[in-house]
C-alpha cells in the first residue's frame, strides 16, 4: 500500500515518493509524488488519466468536506473521519498514479523513454 521514499536525481536528490519496479535485472524508481501533482504528464500514456485523477482527488476532498458538515449536524468527531478518509484516498490516487505509469513504461519503450525523459523515472542503485 505505501510508496517508498526515495531520492529523485533529477530534481537535486530531493526525496520523494517513488513506486519501484523491477524491469531488464535492473531496479527502476517512479516518481508518484509528482505524476499525482501534474496529472497531465499522464495523459500521453493513456486517454483521461488527467480527468480520472483529478476527479478522484476532488472526492477526497468532498469527503473532508462532508466531514466537517458531519461534525456541525452529526458529532465532533465527524470531523476526524472525513479527515481520514480523505488522507487515505489521496495516498491511494498517488500510489495509483504511479502504478499508471509503471505499467504504461512495461508497455512501451516508447513509453519508458518518455518517463525517463520527464524526470519521472530513473534507475535506483543498490
Not at 456541525?72 to 481520514?84: C, E, K, Q
Not at 498514479?97 to 504504461?104: L, Q, S
Request: aromatic fraction near 12%; hydrophobic fraction near 45%.
Amino acid at each position: 500500500m505505501f510508496l517508498k521514499c526515495e531520492p529523485n536525481p533529477h530534481q537535486g536528490g530531493r526525496m520523494t515518493r517513488a513506486v519501484l519496479f523491477h524491469h531488464a535485472d535492473q531496479r527502476f524508481a517512479i516518481d508518484a509524488e509528482a505524476l499525482h501533482k501534474k496529472p497531465d504528464l499522464l495523459n500521453e500514456f493513456g486517454p483521461h488519466n488527467s480527468l480520472r485523477f483529478r476527479t478522484l482527488d476532488a472526492i477526497a476532498y468532498g469527503l473532508c468536506f462532508v466531514g466537517g458538515v458531519g461534525t456541525i449536524t452529526v458529532a465532533w468527531w465527524m470531523f476526524f473521519v472525513g479527515l481520514a478518509a480523505c488522507v487515505l484516498m489521496l495516498a491511494a490516487n498517488r500510489k495509483s498514479a504511479g502504478e499508471a505509469a509503471r505499467n504504461a513504461a512495461r508497455r512501451s519503450t516508447d513509453n519508458f523513454r518518455r518517463l525517463h525523459e520527464l524526470g519521472c523515472m530513473w534507475l535506483v542503485y543498490e
